[in-house]
């Protein structure tokens, strides 16, 4: 439903301020324009609290380190340690599952969103799958795969391919059926009609997915990299776990939390540029 805004007259001799008027009616309805790096202020809120806790005396540093001293862990493991070798096998882990869980995700949200036959076969058991978290298979696929690299990648595509389903999929399903009569009162023909109608719908769902998979992609790899895994970031927090190591810890944690924030970041970026032609409260 589209709500239209009101508008004021310009000044005499002044040009039409559409742009200028839509932003004082957002203003007035609570709402505003995203700020540059926003996003990053509950990030530095939540660190000033840690550091202030920290130098205050209020936080075990034996149970949360400070976070100069985890910037000097984080250092040291890079310069001397094996934060990028292991950093290194975790994105390859990462984006090996991910890229694969969206692909046969995708495609399945597809057949499933343009075939009755399709959705009457696929639907069921992604629905079953669902239901079903990720982490809870990692005992059957340790007997079916063992604790290799296979099982590894097996559950990060499993987690990725329930998000880009179900949301790819209502996507497609949820197109304007006034779209469809239209396309079918011009005799759009079938190619044209996913090519023009239901790619650009189905768009906003894919990239809501995406973001849910990446996010998905590093759950899961924390936990299969802390099954008798040799390296890997989450098989170094493991280390650290067993020598108390809070600072090492927190240093893979952090590793995880920036990654998982420039990835999301990338893809809302490429998400506005794939849909600059919507127009939306965050613009």
């Known amino acids: 439903m589209t709500i239209a805004l009101p508008r004021t007259a310009a000044p005499a001799g002044a040009p039409a301020a559409d ?18 790096a926003a996003r990053l202020f509950g990030v530095v809120l939540i660190l000033g609290a840690w550091a202030g806790g920290a130098l205050l005396g209020l936080i075990d540093p034996r149970k949360l380190s400070a976070p100069w001293t985890v910037l000097q862990t984080g250092w040291d493991l890079t310069v001397n340690g094996p934060l990028l070798a292991n950093l ?25 969103g343009l075939s009755r036959l399709g959705e009457s076969i696929i639907d069921g058991p ?19 795969l ?7 990648v097996v559950l990060i595509t499993l987690g990725v391919i329930v998000h880009m389903y179900i949301q790819t999929h209502a996507s497609l399903t949820t197109i304007d059926q006034k779209l469809v ?13 996913i090519r023009s109608v239901v790619i650009p719908g189905s768009l906003p769902g894919f990239f809501l997915g995406l973001r849910l998979s990446v996010t998905s992609a590093w ?30 810890i ?32 965050a613009g």
């Open 146 to 152: 063992g604790i290799g690299e296979q099982f590894k």
């Open 219 to 248: 759950l899961v790899l924390i936990v299969v990299e802390t099954v008798n895994a040799t390296d890997g970031l989450g098989k170094m927090m493991t280390n650290a776990q067993n020598y108390g190591q809070a600072d090492v």
């Open 88 to 112: 290194g096998v975790s994105l390859q882990r990462a984006m090996l599952g991910l890229v694969i869980g969206v692909l046969i995700g995708t495609t399945l949200a597809v057949i499933a």
């Open 126 to 144: 992604v629905q079953i799958k669902r239901a079903i978290p990720t982490l809870g298979l990692i005992p059957l696929m340790i007997l079916w």
């Open 181 to 193: 009569e239209l396309s079918e009162v011009q005799g759009v023909s079938r190619a044209e009609f």
């Open 250 to 281: 927190l240093v893979g944690l952090v590793v995880y939390g920036v990654f998982g924030l420039i990835s999301d970041s990338a893809i809302r970026l490429l998400e506005r540029k794939v849909l600059s032609w919507r127009r939306t409260i």
């Open 19 to 36: 742009g200028f008027v839509e932003r004082r009616a957002l203003r007035r309805l609570g709402l505003r324009k995203a700020l540059p």
